[in-house]
């Protein structure tokens, strides 16, 4: 059995830190607005599906339902099953949401306007970290 392109981004994810994993800390994460993506397994409880969207509501997270199974989810990531898990990054996140077989347009625009901004942030703060130590070139 081949391994979807997704769950490679989320075992990846989750090897570098980027992933939470489970309801509780997907919660914490999600509160604390740190959650770009949470995605539920296709065989998790209608419960699971609608704490994830409760978690989402309000904010411009993005909840996405797999093709995968607990078990192949759990599978990727080291565990035994998985019904929920969270990215923590914007551009994990988008890769992740671009490796599924059907990528929601909206969903996908969401995530390459923050992967952008993001990565903009991150140009930003080193030049300013390159001014402070050579001075501003005039």
Same mark, same amino acid.
Not at 77 to 85: E, H
């Given at each position: 059995?081949?391994?979807d ?11 570098a ?9 997907v919660? !914490? ?5 740190k $959650?770009?993506?949470?995605v =539920?397994?296709?065989d998790?409880? %209608?419960?699971?599906? +609608?704490?994830a ?11 996405v339902?797999l093709?995968?199974t ?5 599978a ?16 994990m996140?988008? !890769? ?5 077989p $059907?990528?929601?347009?909206? =969903?996908?625009?969401?995530?390459? %306007?923050?992967?952008? +901004?993001?990565r ?8 300013h970290?390159r001014?402070?130590?050579?001075g501003k070139k005039?």
């Amino acid at each position: 059995m081949a391994v979807d392109k997704y769950l490679n981004t989320l075992s990846l994810a989750r090897k570098a830190g980027l992933a939470e994993l489970g309801e509780e800390p997907v919660g !914490a994460a999600a509160r604390a607005r740190k $959650a770009y993506v949470i995605v =539920v397994a296709s065989d998790a409880g %209608d419960h699971t599906w +609608r704490r994830a969207k409760s978690f989402a509501a309000g904010t411009d997270q993005q909840c996405v339902r797999l093709d995968a199974t607990k078990e192949a989810l759990g599978a990727a990531i080291g565990r035994q099953s998985l019904a929920i898990a969270a990215v923590t990054d914007p551009g994990m996140a988008l !890769a992740l949401v671009q490796g599924l077989p $059907a990528p929601d347009p909206a =969903v996908v625009a969401v995530l390459e %306007d923050k992967d952008r +901004r993001a990565r903009q942030r991150r140009q930003e703060a080193k030049a300013h970290q390159r001014n402070l130590r050579k001075g501003k070139k005039k």
